[in-house]
Structure formats: C-alpha cells, structure tokens
C-alpha cells in the first residue's frame, strides 16, 4: 500500500514577499442552523505588486478570504501562504477620542514609535490624499470620505506590503466614491503594493484593477477571471471598460 501525502491545512506568513497563493481552499462555519461553507475549492494566485478586485454575491466568503489572506483565520482544507498583510474592515474603526492624525500613525506608535516622529511620517500622506488642515480634527469633525482616508492612511503606515481592503468605499455617495478611487489609483502609483480589493461595485473592480476575479454564490470559488490590460487612470466611459464591466456583469449572472 502506498502512503499517500495530504497537505495539512495551513496558513503561512511568508517574510519578505508580497505574493498571495491560496490552493484548493475550503472555510465553513458552525452556524445556529447547522454548519455554513463559506468557502469550497477556492484557488487564487496574486503576483507582488497585482492589484485584483473581488467580486461576488452577498456571502459567498470575501471578507473570510481577506481574513485568511491576513492570518486572522486559518482554512479546514487547503493551503493560504501570502506576505505580511494589513486588513481595512469595511467600517473604518477610527479611535473617536484621537486626532485624525493620530488615528492615522497608530500602527507606528504600536510598533514603538515616538509620538512626535510618528505624526511626522503620517503627515506627507494627508498632504497627498487632501487631508492638509485636518490633522487636528477628531473623525466626527470629518465627512465620510475623509474618515475613509484617514482610514486608507493608517492601512498604509502599517508598512506591510499587502493590503486587503474591505469594501473600502462602501456606504460613499457616488461621487465622493469616484474621488475615493482616483485617490487610491495615486496612492499605489506613489507607494506600489500588492492589493486584494473586495468590492460590491463592478465599476469600482474593473476602474481600479488589474484583474477581477468572480466568485460564485456560497460556497464562493473561482468562476471568471478578466485581465484588465488598460492604462490608469481609466475613464468610466472607456468603450473597451464598459465592455469589461458588461463581461463581469454577465460572468456574476447578473446579466442586463
Ligand atoms: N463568524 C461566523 N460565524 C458563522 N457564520 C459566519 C461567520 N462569518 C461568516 N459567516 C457566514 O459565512 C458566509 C460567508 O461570510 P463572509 O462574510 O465571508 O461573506 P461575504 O462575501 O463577505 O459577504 P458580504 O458580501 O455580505 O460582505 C456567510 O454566509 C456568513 O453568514
Ligand atoms: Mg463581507
């Protein structure tokens, strides 16, 4: 009888790299009605420096992908290695007694950093992401998508080369979210990172990404994948975008 290898489920931090590999992983979840599989025979490969939107139906495990991805969960089956990885949750979770600039250098002041040399490293980015003049301001001072960069800036400061965004721009009016977006495109063209990107909104994958992977209904895997081979920023009306969104929309069966 030959043995045969089965390869523990796991979970692997991988210093100094800015990939993520998930292989044939399974995730469920002991729910009052029984147990849920969130996730079944998920596959997915980011290169460092990738930018890949998400897309999927409601609960069919995107937030659970972006905790294993982060190390904040581990799969029954399958393997997940990635690099050092920092989670945004969908809501942006500021400190409400903190400035916003001090809720923006708080992975610095956690890591040990002094307060005054914190602040000092947090600050070109609220120069660069309009936050000039708001340093002070405490998050209920702030309009929603400001609390949003805040939130985008501390995410940043962690320093960690993969950043897994939840719905980052969730709950914004359409047009505050376009400025969010164009504001992420200068970020990553300023400080390029790996980024899983979960979003809700087509537009939002196919404008931001470089690929969009579609996940199926629970228990979520891998149906479609679109490269988006087209120069940023990208222009909504972009014949060659809106046909993108049309495939990703048909690949997500919501076909109209
Ligand atoms: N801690 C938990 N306990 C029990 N069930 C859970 C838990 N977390 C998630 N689930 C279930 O697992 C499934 C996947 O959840 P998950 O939050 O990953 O989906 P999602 O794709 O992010 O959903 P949404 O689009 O609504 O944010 C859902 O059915 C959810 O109800
Ligand atoms: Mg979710």
Same mark, same amino acid.
């Given at each position: 009888?030959?043995?045969?290898?089965?390869?523990?489920?796991?979970?692997?931090?991988?210093?100094?790299?800015?990939?993520?590999? +998930?292989?044939?992983?399974?995730? =469920?979840?002991?729910?009052?009605?029984?147990?849920?599989?969130?996730?079944?025979?998920?596959?997915?490969?980011?290169?460092?420096?990738? *930018?890949?939107?998400?897309?999927?139906?409601?609960? /069919?495990?995107?937030?659970?992908? +972006?905790?294993?991805?982060?190390?904040?969960? =581990?799969?029954?089956?399958?393997?997940?290695?990635?690099?050092?990885?920092?989670?945004?949750?969908?809501?942006?979770?500021? +400190?409400?007694?903190? /400035?916003?600039?001090?809720?923006?250098? $708080?992975?610095?002041?956690?890591?040990?950093?002094?307060?005054?040399?914190?602040?000092?490293?947090?600050?070109?980015?609220?120069?660069?992401?309009?936050?000039?003049?708001?340093?002070?301001?405490?998050?209920?001072?702030?309009?929603?998508?400001?609390?949003?960069?805040?939130?985008?800036?501390?995410?940043?400061?962690?320093?960690?080369?993969?950043?897994? +965004?939840?719905?980052?721009?969730?709950?914004?009016?359409?047009?505050?979210?376009?400025?969010?977006?164009?504001?992420?495109?200068?970020? $990553?063209?300023?400080?390029?990172?790996?980024?899983? @990107?979960?979003?809700?909104? *087509?537009?939002?994958?196919?404008?931001?990404?470089?690929?969009?992977? *579609?996940?199926?209904?629970? %228990?979520?895997?891998?149906?479609?994948?679109? %490269?988006?081979?087209?120069?940023?920023?990208?222009?909504?009306?972009?014949?060659? $975008?809106?046909?993108?969104?049309?495939?990703? @929309?048909?690949?997500?069966?919501?076909?109209?």
């Amino acid at each position: 009888m030959t043995a045969k290898t089965v390869a523990k489920p796991s979970h692997r931090e991988v210093n100094g790299s800015a990939e993520i590999s +998930l292989n044939d992983v399974a995730r =469920s979840y002991a729910g009052r009605n029984g147990q849920v599989q969130a996730l079944d025979g998920l596959s997915l490969h980011v290169g460092a420096g990738e *930018v890949v939107a998400v897309v999927g139906p409601s609960g /069919c495990g995107k937030s659970t992908l +972006l905790e294993l991805v982060c190390g904040l969960q =581990s799969p029954d089956r399958g393997t997940v290695s990635a690099g050092p990885a920092v989670l945004m949750p969908q809501r942006d979770l500021l +400190l409400p007694w903190a /400035c916003a600039l001090d809720n923006a250098a $708080l992975p610095l002041r956690i890591a040990g950093m002094g307060r005054d040399q914190a602040r000092d490293q947090a600050r070109p980015l609220f120069e660069a992401l309009g936050l000039e003049g708001f340093e002070r301001s405490r998050p209920d001072e702030l309009s929603g998508g400001m609390r949003q960069r805040v939130a985008f800036v501390r995410t940043l400061m962690s320093g960690k080369p993969i950043l897994a +965004l939840d719905e980052p721009f969730a709950g914004l009016d359409a047009l505050t979210r376009q400025d969010a977006q164009a504001w992420l495109v200068d970020a $990553l063209t300023a400080q390029p990172r790996t980024v899983l @990107l979960v979003t809700h909104d *087509v537009e939002e994958a196919v404008v931001l990404a470089d690929r969009v992977v *579609v996940l199926s209904p629970r %228990p979520g895997h891998q149906i479609a994948a679109l %490269p988006i081979a087209l120069q940023r920023p990208r222009k909504r009306t972009d014949p060659a $975008l809106v046909a993108l969104r049309e495939e990703a @929309l048909i690949a997500l069966g919501v076909d109209r």
